[in-house]
């Protein structure tokens, strides 16, 4: 093995890996919600993140008009088209999140079924969204469009700092942070974290057990759609 190549890749790699691993961090917050106040997997959300990612190029190619293959955009234009594919990604994303919570989960809740019947239907769900998308894309990834124009800050230690990436980083910080803020500090937070401590004591306490689930169903899927967005940035592809 020649370890030469592996030294003076290493910080270029790692750098990537980071940033991809926060776009998987991302995925996992609409897993770890979910579980935090129904312990259930949500296995629905990872066709949660592909819808997320086939909006953001439908949205770019058949709504913005943007050609596959051409220039990528500059100035105002740029923000402009990368905030509508972000916000666009996220409010289809939180949609159909809700839309799963409604179909798979708040029937089979209000019937009082037990955990394996939920959890056997969350998976039906991920295979009729996933079968779904097979037939109508014909199971092949798709190329999206090159908004961003992929120039570097700068190289340090071999690692090239490319802006798709740093933005890849900084954005998913930004959301965890904002997260923890809203979840320690605002009213629908807070009951959020006592759904998840006490299911029965917060009936007890008035809240809304359903509106809380369906809050949880809805941040996952923004933060999904936000790494659906990012990944279809930085990969070009869905």
Same mark, same amino acid.
């Given at each position: !093995? %020649? ?19 926060? *776009?998987?961090? &991302? /995925? ?8 935090? /106040?129904?312990?259930?997997? %949500?296995?629905? %959300? ?17 709504? &913005?008009?943007? #050609?596959?293959? $051409? #220039?990528?955009?500059?100035?105002? +234009? ?14 289809? =994303? ?8 409604? /179909? ?37 990834? +798709?190329?999206? #469009?090159?908004?961003? $124009? ?23 910080? *930004?959301?965890?942070?904002? &997260? ?16 998840? !401590?006490?299911?029965? %004591?917060? +009936?007890?306490?008035?809240? $809304?057990?359903?509106?809380? *689930?369906?809050?949880?169903? =809805? ?20």
């Amino acid at each position: !093995m %020649n370890f030469s190549v592996i030294g003076s890749q290493f910080w270029s790699l790692a750098f990537q890996g980071l940033a991809l691993g926060l *776009i998987y961090s &991302l /995925v996992s917050l609409g897993y770890t919600m979910v579980y935090g /106040v129904l312990r259930l997997i %949500n296995f629905a %959300n990872s066709e949660v993140f592909m819808v997320g990612t086939f909006s953001v190029l439908y949205l770019q190619v058949y709504i &913005l008009g943007i #050609p596959i293959g $051409d #220039p990528a955009l500059h100035g105002v +234009k740029l923000i402009a088209y990368l905030a509508i594919s972000l916000i666009g990604s996220m409010v289809v =994303c939180a949609l159909l999140a809700i839309l799963v919570e409604l /179909v798979a989960y708040r029937r089979l809740r209000a019937r009082g079924a037990n955990r394996l019947a939920s959890l056997i239907s969350a998976i039906g769900v991920s295979i009729a969204l996933l079968e779904g998308f097979s037939m109508l894309t014909g199971a092949r990834g +798709k190329i999206a #469009p090159r908004l961003l $124009d992929k120039w570097s800050f700068g190289e340090v230690a071999g690692a090239n700092f490319r802006i798709d990436q740093v933005m890849a980083i900084v954005m998913p910080i *930004i959301i965890f942070f904002l &997260l923890d803020q809203f979840v320690t500090k605002s009213r629908l937070g807070k009951s959020i974290r006592a759904v998840s !401590m006490s299911e029965e %004591n917060s +009936k007890l306490m008035g809240i $809304d057990i359903n509106r809380v *689930i369906t809050l949880t169903f =809805c941040i996952g899927g923004l933060t999904t759609g936000a790494a659906a967005f990012l990944y279809t940035t930085v990969y070009e592809n869905t």
